[in-house]
T-cell receptor, first 118, second 112 residues
């Protein structure tokens, strides 16, 4: 089946530093990848949609200069949280799409990355 | 008003019980309805996916959609301790900008 990995699974950093999270599709090519953020007891919120070779599309209210997304290949997308602050602490989840069609049927989620900013 | 409302629970049931999980929504443009299971500190896993109104059954799981009431349900029969997880409902519109809107999730605990 379609497998999506994320690295690291857990990261702690100091306030003001930058953190990079990788999302990889292991056994398929993903033309589109999605980045979500999940706070405790809250729903997954879509941050941005990333297409290979083009700029990411950010959802309203998401700072594109703070959350840098690069989708350089068909199997790798990265999310960089720049100048991280404690309020950026959250669970970040990526998903990758293996083909066109309804998202429900084509989107596979990674295991998530827990970011804690001290 | 949130587009998708889901009782966060927690919901505790004894092993073997029938579990009923529900969501309501306000956007009549939603056409695809999903249920995801999410274990602690893991990504969501798609359990069930239905299009428009009706029922869909898969093993111990049954998904129901009532578009007239804007109400969806997931039933779990013969619940097992391994079913203990957070269950998220999710919805998607047809065509246009594709985006999945999630509920907050209901935390379920099945007690042996």
């Amino acid at each position: 089946g379609a497998v999506v990995s994320q690295h690291p699974s857990w990261v702690i950093c100091k306030s003001g530093t930058s953190v990079k999270i990788e999302c990889r599709s292991l056994d398929f090519q993903a033309t589109t990848m999605f980045w979500y953020r999940q706070f405790p007891k809250q729903s997954l919120m879509l941050m941005a949609t990333s297409n290979e070779g083009s700029k990411a599309t950010y959802e309203q209210g998401v700072e594109k200069d703070k959350f840098l997304i690069n989708h350089a290949s068909l199997t790798l997308s990265t999310l960089t949280v720049t100048s991280a602050h404690p309020e950026d602490s959250s669970f970040y989840i990526c998903s990758a799409r293996d083909r066109a069609g309804v998202l429900a049927d084509t989107q596979y989620f990674g295991p998530g990355t827990r970011l804690t900013v001290l | 008003q949130k587009e998708v409302e889901q009782d966060p629970g927690p919901l505790s049931v004894p092993e073997g019980a029938i579990v009923s999980l529900n969501c309501t929504y306000s956007n009549s443009a939603f056409q695809y309805f999903m249920w995801y299971r999410q274990y602690s500190r893991k990504g969501p896993e798609l359990l069930m996916y239905t299009y428009s109104s009706g029922n869909k059954e898969d093993g111990r799981f049954t998904a129901q959609v009532d578009k007239s009431s804007k109400y969806i349900s997931l039933f779990i029969r013969d619940s097992q301790p391994s079913d203990s997880a957070t269950y998220l409902c999710a919805m998607e519109t047809a065509g246009g900008y594709q985006k999945v809107t999630f509920g907050t999730g209901t935390k379920l605990q099945v007690i042996p």
